[in-house]
């Protein structure tokens, strides 16, 4: 059997589907025509392509197994368009993909670039992060001061011809002293009132170092504490302000906002110039303020009939909150009251003999 050209080929089959049916349309079966000619063409040239590497013992071109496509039935115009279609919607599709994968990457970016803003934000201000309430959290114990030659915390004996080191007794508030001011935010617990409430006993007891270094005489220092006192009073109102602004506020909550408004109205007093003197709208006005969050308590924390006669009485927090009140009335009535300068011009008989 003869090997026919290839075109030869391809004519014959062309020319066999075209006897088949009847066109329809001369100018799409041409066309068509025109499209399985080609198509056979290339597939008889890989044909012999194929048989002429097998004849030679070369093999294929790839190391797997050839195959050609071949489709079950001439492509339609129907199907082209159905085709089309699906394809259009393919890319449709893609560029959805697309436009959601740059929104999502774009936000990715920006995510990123924030993180490593606050990142080189947090080097002056590092956050700490500290254990919630109720976890267990390690101690550090320092070791007992040892010395060569001497038990913990004496010193070593002294060398011939040598006094022995003396030991001075050290600063009660040396401790207290070291502490830097606040540098970090801390974040452990988003319950406000817990929070304000250990703010205002830092405060607090920076308060009451300061008042001790002021009867040392250190007034510079207790200046110092005066105000870093004053920060923590402040970051609890802070902390307070979205707790007090309900009707139903916790009674502990609105006490702590009396006092820190106490402490900082002493502060004022101390190192702002606060006075009734000075000026007599401001005073009252700070003044009020303390008061109003004490009131707010006696008015709420009250207990109907519990006393005698069946009288109303006041419940824990209120009877507080009155003391509160009455303290702080009675140190601005007779808080400058002193005495030393006429204890000291007191003089007796015989005094200055010798």
Not at 283 to 298: G, H, K, M, N, S
Not at 317 to 346: C, K, P, S, V
């Amino acid at each position: 059997m003869r090997w026919l050209p290839s075109w030869s080929a391809l004519l014959l089959v062309a020319v066999g589907a075209v006897a088949q049916e009847l066109p329809t349309d001369p100018q799409t079966e041409l066309l068509r025509a025109e499209r399985a000619r080609t198509q056979s063409q290339a597939d008889a040239a890989h044909l012999l392509d194929l048989r002429l590497r097998h004849d030679l013992g070369i093999g294929s071109a790839s190391d797997e197994v050839d195959s050609l496509y071949r489709a079950e039935a001439p492509v339609g115009s129907e199907q082209m368009a159905r085709m089309q279609q699906e394809f259009n919607d393919t890319a449709a599709q893609r560029d959805r993909l697309m436009l959601e994968y740059d929104k999502l990457h774009k936000a990715v970016e920006q995510l990123l670039a924030d993180a490593e803003a606050r990142a080189r934000q947090n080097e002056e201000r590092p956050y700490v992060v500290v254990p919630v309430v109720g976890s267990a959290q390690a101690r550090r114990e320092l070791p007992p001061t040892t010395t060569t030659g001497g038990t913990a915390g004496t010193p070593p004996p002294a060398p011939a011809g040598e006094s022995a080191p003396t030991l001075r007794p050290a600063d009660p508030l040396g401790p207290a002293l070291a502490v830097d001011p606040l540098r970090a935010q801390i974040h452990g617990s988003l319950d406000h009132a817990r929070v304000a409430q250990s703010l205002f006993k830092v405060g607090r007891e920076k308060v009451e170092i300061a008042a001790t270094l002021r009867a040392q005489g250190r007034a510079d220092l207790a200046k110092e504490f005066d105000d870093r006192g004053r920060d923590h009073l402040l970051r609890a109102l802070d902390e307070l302000a979205p707790v007090v602004k309900d009707k139903q506020a916790p009674l502990e909550a609105m006490f702590c906002l009396g006092r820190c408004r106490e402490l900082l109205f002493r502060y004022s007093e101390r190192h702002e110039g606060l006075s009734l003197l000075a000026s007599a709208r401001d005073y009252q006005r700070r003044e009020q303020e303390v008061r109003d969050a004490f009131l707010a308590i006696t008015i709420r924390d009250v207990k109907k009939g519990a006393a005698a006669g069946g009288a109303d009485a006041l419940g824990t927090w209120g009877q507080a909150a009155q003391a509160a009140m009455d303290h702080f009335r009675w140190i601005n009535l007779h808080g400058n009251y002193d005495a030393t300068a006429r204890i000291e011009a007191l003089t007796w008989p015989g005094e200055k003999r010798p």
